[in-house]
């Protein structure tokens, strides 16, 4: 479950609007502003379904706002059990399938989102009016300006600003994933018993911070436009005795990651798939540092995705030049 995209990346931000993109509307602005507000004053619980690649499931959310603390805790109720608690933004811990696949960056940081950064890449518009879930909506767009990251759309409560509704989607207008409010009560505050995690809810392992070696071991020769490096790692996988350096990206709404193995010389296969908007390119490189295997995962286009893996190199190469 990759809960709440939009969601958990708008809210949970700090966001003052001082400047618009020629292109963005005043209007636009002051609505994302209010969205952000919303997290640190708008308690609430409520339930939602997501959507990928045809696939639904449905969730209860319970969201609490109390003496300057920030706790949410998110329930997959149907299909396998699974469920994330998090505090200011810092997850907690996490049950069933997540539990292999969540890990907490270095400084486990709450992501803040720079608008000024994002008008650069979107354009921000007031589209129109909705109801999600018995609630009056206004319609956000942001329109990417170039081929490299995908449009959203933001049903935002016109009462309080939460989003009741999101939707990803492609350059030819086709949706990529979905969430949506079934039901908002935003006048009951959850209490203690509904924000405590379950039995199965474990702890999330912290990664270590990221050697200056790794840091610096690789970059890019090429990224799309506004996107840059927010954090770096890297970890040794004891079942194949070697190491993978990690470097993730971000222009202020996408991210994606990019992950570098040592492989042998017969080893690695190149692949790439698409299942909603989240894709996985593994190109096979070799570079002075021996035969690697690149994988980039994110909410990127295919082909943005493949130029990232083709274009990794070793750092220290580009220093001996």
């Known amino acids: ?16 609007v001082q400047a618009l993109a020629a292109n963005s509307s005043p209007e636009a602005s002051e609505w994302l502003n209010k969205l952000a507000r919303a997290e640190q004053q708008q308690s609430y619980q409520g339930s939602f379904v997501y959507e990928r690649n045809g696939s ?4 209860d959310i319970w969201h609490r706002v109390q003496d300057g603390k920030v706790s949410e805790r998110l329930l ?5 059990a699974q469920e994330i608690v998090r505090v200011n933004g810092k997850v907690q811990c996490v049950s069933g399938n997540l539990v292999t696949s969540v890990s907490a960056p270095p400084d486990n940081a709450a992501r803040v989102l720079d608008p000024l950064k994002l008008m650069s890449w979107y354009d921000l518009s007031v589209s129109g009016e909705s109801r999600v879930a018995g609630r009056d909506a206004v319609v956000v767009s942001l329109t990417p300006r170039d081929q ?4 959203f759309e933001l049903h935002l409560d016109r009462r309080t600003g939460l989003p009741l509704r999101s939707l990803m ?8 994933e979905r969430f949506q409010m079934t039901r908002l009560d935003t006048d009951t505050v959850p209490t203690d018993a509904d924000l405590g995690a379950g039995a199965a ?6 990664i270590a911070p990221g050697t200056s070696e790794g840091v610096a071991g690789w970059r890019s020769d090429w990224l799309p436009p506004g996107f840059e490096l927010v954090n770096s790692s890297v970890r040794r996988d004891p079942e194949r005795k070697s190491t993978v350096s990690s470097l993730m990206y971000d ?13 042998g010389n017969e080893s690695g296969i190149d692949t790439r798939a698409q299942l909603g908007p989240t894709v996985a390119v593994s190109r096979r490189l070799t570079t002075p540092k021996g035969k690697v295997m690149v994988t980039v995962v994110g909410e990127i286009p295919l082909g943005t995705a493949e130029r990232v893996a083709l274009s990794m190199r070793a750092q220290d190469a580009q220093a001996r030049q």
């Open 251 to 263: 222009d202020g709404l996408a991210r994606f990651s990019v992950f570098l193995e040592p492989i």
């Open 169 to 176: 989607l492609n350059d030819k207008g086709q949706l990529l």
């Open 56 to 59: 639904f499931s449905s969730h």
């Open 76 to 80: 997959q109720l149907d299909g396998s």
């Open 148 to 151: 490299h990251r995908y449009a």
């Open 1 to 16: 479950m990759r809960a709440l995209p939009l969601l958990s990346l708008l809210l949970g931000s700090s966001l003052t």
């Open 201 to 206: 809810c474990r702890p999330v392992d912290k």
